[in-house]
């Protein structure tokens, strides 16, 4: 059903999708060439909210390029925090007291469910479906809440320290995460899966369309939700495990079927094993410091230095080329949709314009990040 | 039937007043529901319970210099939103509010608010065209097949309520379902036709909801994918034009469901019939037309065609054969 | 066929499932703060643009002229200088300028001064259609504070 009737080459029409449109979330631009409803071909545009970050960190010591990782991710800051200062500290040599490891985890994984309850209310959006948008909402208010009271701040978030987090967690942190994910757990079953989930219209919507194949995934390195939703079990958090992910009891959820609903779902259950990946931690918070005493200006060893993490749309991966200097050589990111985003060309050919812009909400595209 | 002057000038007014306040506060109404569903407060502001929301509304839209793009086509663009309002409140004159407030009884009148609404659709494929946009014209192009779909079972199901009251009035539609509930077409008990009629029943309100182009099937609007849809280049005025044409198409998609499946303005018991019941009822419609809209997602138009196709129409068919039989047999 | 059935039966159960759903929180109280008659309290942590610190016992800033918060901020924000007045030993600040349109509220500043002389206000409601609005002046609002 979704293949497109062979047109003439002379009667398709371009059609300038952003970069001020509703589904695209910012200012992305893809040069769709339609023929009628059908998308013929695909051309996603960048650059129009590139700022140079990774040349900024040429010129800023490390401590300073902190604060422009908050700002690539602007949904899942604390992991992009996470994957910088993770690879200054293996530069660096720097040891983390345990205490903070744990936060590092607990903080982060609040970011994940945020960021995935926003994909969730955006993709509803997407769809057509506003009242989910706002439940959602409701929810996601309440980590900001949480994350607020112990960062400082509600979305860019400049957390995490080399050797360390900026300040402790208290024990209303504690109690307040612990009544959150009771109150997530028991409004998941109704207000997401019973009103969304198990929606024909949705199923209707979401099955079978945009289905990425396992080699397309590897053809364009896509990772995150976007390659467990096409069968294959690769999350940095087991494979590559860092911090104190190890520790922890959590399945990566898998779905071979590689299209939408499969993509919807592998999100849905993430947001699931975060919860427990955060009750865990809570249980095992150790106590001590949370920062170690590090020097104020960082000058690590001449060499070359990688670390990834799992951000909530795939890894995000930082190579740091260090002279002896006090700012870095060079400071390449490797941001997960831009991967992501690359094959949307491909598979949107041929599809429905409203089935290609599911497929795009399925991506989870947050453009300052491909941009960087 | 009085033919003194006064008759269609007090109509007209009437009915103009009444399709006015309508337009107006059923986008308060739409505004006050859906926050409630997502639990906001909506308007509150203007007035208490912000009901004087839509007068500040007008006000701003009116105010608005009415842009026209260039490139569009100027005649088209200005006739497109006008055209969305008159054939709504043309339909109005054959509605019976109730057994004595009606403007005009034709004996035709279903077929005429049939004929008036596809003109309405005509506004909508117009707006598009003229905008000259490409946003604009796929949507005009969704409109009309969406429109063709939908009309097919749903003048099959009006055809089986034609059957069952041997009339094309809507009055005498509305007269033969008087004295309490289990004469309604829906639950008719008389000739056994309520085994099957609440299927009839339920094939026409979604091809009204789609008819009027309501979210789950507002594909004309489709605001993630084609921006505003046919009304993209609209501003000031021209969109509230469009806007209140909408509202207003809801309203007269109401009434008929009311009156060919709800009794029109008889009382469910038996006693009391009046305007009032006839009120009543569409305002439960229209509740439930916006609260469906603010519960489900968007389908697809290809998934739409497929609903109408493969499951609407077949099942109207079959509804209207099993009614042929049920008058024959009984 | 049996997918025809299932799709209508499982449907419409679906649909009114989420009818349902829709309809009960339509009755349960509203959750939304009524911003401005209703004004949140911002958490001791919360991250505003920054100011000075006034000495509890002097009734001056804190702030010993050091420089380096001035160093540390990665976009350059802060101005500053003082001066030493005859027979004093300490520098006095006599400017603190905060260019807030560029201030990514990092922290930075605040953790590398060893004098407890800046921290964040609870300032969040800043609206200005000009951008020097924005050029705050640290010293005089201090002054003004008191
Ligand atoms: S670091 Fe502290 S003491 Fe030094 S100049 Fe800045 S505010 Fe003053
Ligand atoms: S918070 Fe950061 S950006 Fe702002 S003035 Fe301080 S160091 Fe500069």
């Not at chain 1, 918070?285 to 990688?306: C, E, F, M, N, S």
């Not at chain 1, 497929?359 to 990040?369: H, N």
């Not at chain 2, 008159?86 to 004159?93: D, E, G, N, R, Y």
Request: one cysteine or more; hydrophobic letters at 45%.
């Amino acid at each position: 059903m979704t293949a497109p009737i062979r047109c003439r080459e002379d009667e398709t029409f371009v059609l300038n999708l952003g970069p001020q449109h509703p589904a695209t979330h910012g200012v992305l631009r893809v040069k769709l060439t339609m023929d009628g409803e059908y998308v013929v071909k695909a051309e996603p545009v960048l650059g129009y909210i590139h700022r140079m970050h990774e040349k900024m960190a040429e010129d800023r010591t490390f401590a300073q390029f902190m604060p422009n990782t908050a700002r690539m991710d602007y949904l899942h800051a604390l992991a992009y925090n996470h994957g910088y200062v993770l690879t200054v500290e293996r530069a660096a040599g720097i040891e983390v007291p345990e205490r903070a490891e744990y936060i590092r985890v607990i903080t982060v994984e609040l970011n994940r469910l945020t960021s995935h309850l926003l994909w969730w209310a955006a993709f509803l959006l997407d769809l057509g479906g506003f009242s989910p948008l706002l439940y959602a909402f409701d929810d996601r208010e309440q980590i900001l809440d949480l994350l607020e009271r112990v960062t400082g701040s509600r979305l860019t978030y400049c957390y995490f320290r080399f050797g360390g987090v900026y300040n402790d967690i208290d024990d209303d942190f504690i109690t307040g995460t612990r009544n959150f994910i009771k109150r997530l757990r028991s409004r998941l079953p109704r207000l997401y899966h019973d009103l969304v989930t198990k929606n024909i219209i949705l199923i209707k919507r979401l099955k079978d369309i945009g289905f990425v194949s396992k080699e397309q995934c590897r053809k364009y390195g896509a990772t995150g939700p976007l390659l467990r939703g096409s069968g294959v079990q690769f999350d940095i958090r087991k494979n590559e495990p860092y911090s104190v992910y190890p520790e922890f009891d959590f399945d990566i959820p898998v779905y071979d079927e590689g299209d939408c609903m499969a993509r919807y779902m592998v999100r849905m259950d993430e947001i699931e094993q975060s919860m427990r990946i955060i009750e865990q931690a809570l249980d095992k918070l150790p106590d001590g410091p949370v920062r170690a005493k590090v020097p104020k200006i960082l000058k690590p060893a001449a060499g070359d230095y990688y670390a990834a993490v799992e951000a909530a749309r795939g890894s995000f991966g930082c190579r740091l080329v260090c002279n002896g200097d006090k700012s870095p050589y060079r400071l390449k990111l490797r941001s997960p949709t831009f991967s992501n985003l690359s094959l949307f060309g491909e598979v949107a050919e041929g599809m429905l314009l409203a089935d290609a812009l599911a497929f795009m909400g399925s991506l989870d595209l947050v453009i300052p990040e491909i941009d960087r | 039937m009085d033919t003194s002057i006064w008759r269609p000038i007090l109509y007209l007014i009437g009915f103009m007043a009444f399709a006015g306040v309508n337009a107006a506060w059923l986008g308060w109404a739409e505004r006050k529901g859906a926050a409630h569903i997502q639990r906001r407060n909506g308007p509150k502001e203007v007035g208490p319970f912000g009901l004087w929301q839509p007068l500040a509304d007008g006000i701003k839209l009116m105010t608005k210099q009415l842009l026209i793009p260039s490139g569009t086509d100027d005649i088209l663009f200005r006739i497109a939103p006008i055209l969305a309002m008159i054939p709504a409140l043309t339909s109005m004159v054959v509605i019976p509010f109730s057994g004595n407030i009606q403007a005009r009884s034709i004996d035709m009148s279903v077929l005429l608010i049939f004929a008036l609404a596809s003109i309405g659709m005509f506004a909508i494929l117009l707006g598009g065209w003229a905008s000259g946009n490409k946003y604009a014209v796929i949507s005009a192009a969704r409109v009309v097949s969406q429109s063709i779909a939908y009309e097919i079972p749903m003048l099959i199901t009006v055809i089986t309520i034609v059957m069952i009251t041997g009339s094309t009035n809507l009055q005498d539609i509305a007269l033969a379902q008087q004295g309490g509930f289990w004469h309604w077409n829906i639950f008719r008990l008389e000739g056994g036709h309520f085994v099957y009629m609440w299927i009839a029943f339920l094939i026409y309100f979604i091809c009204s909801v789609a008819e009027t182009n309501r979210a789950p099937f507002d594909m004309a609007e489709a605001e993630s994918e084609l921006v505003a849809g046919y009304m993209t280049e609209y501003g000031s005025m021209g969109f509230g034009l469009f806007m209140m044409g909408e509202y207003l198409n809801i309203v007269v998609g109401a009434c008929m469901t009311t009156i060919l499946f709800l009794g029109g303005w008889g009382s469910p018991f038996g006693f009391l019939p009046g305007i009032w019941w006839f009120l009543i009822k569409i305002y439960i419609l229209i509740f439930t037309i916006i609260w469906i809209r603010w519960t489900y997602p968007r389908t697809q138009i290809y998934k739409l065609l497929n609903l109408s196709w493969k499951i609407l129409i077949p099942f109207s068919l079959v509804n209207l054969l099993v009614t042929a039989a049920f008058i024959k047999v009984f | 066929m049996s997918e025809y059935w299932n799709d209508i039966f499982g449907g419409t159960k679906s649909l009114l499932v989420g009818l349902g759903i829709t309809a009960r929180e339509f009755f349960k109280p509203v959750v939304t703060e009524q911003y401005p008659w209703e004004v949140p309290v911002m958490t001791p942590r919360f991250r505003g643009h920054i100011e000075l610190v006034k000495n509890a016992e002097t009734g001056k800033p804190n702030c010993v002229v050091c420089g380096m918060c001035m160093r540390s901020c990665p976009s350059g924000c802060i101005t500053l200088a003082g001066k030493k007045p005859e027979g004093e030993k300490k520098k006095v600040l006599t400017q603190y300028e905060l260019d807030f349109t560029k201030c990514s509220l990092c922290g930075s500043c605040i953790e590398s001064c060893n004098f407890n002389a800046i921290q964040f206000s609870k300032d969040y409601n800043l609206a200005s259609t000009r951008k020097e609005d924005y050029l705050f002046d640290l010293l005089k609002r201090l002054e003004e504070q008191s």
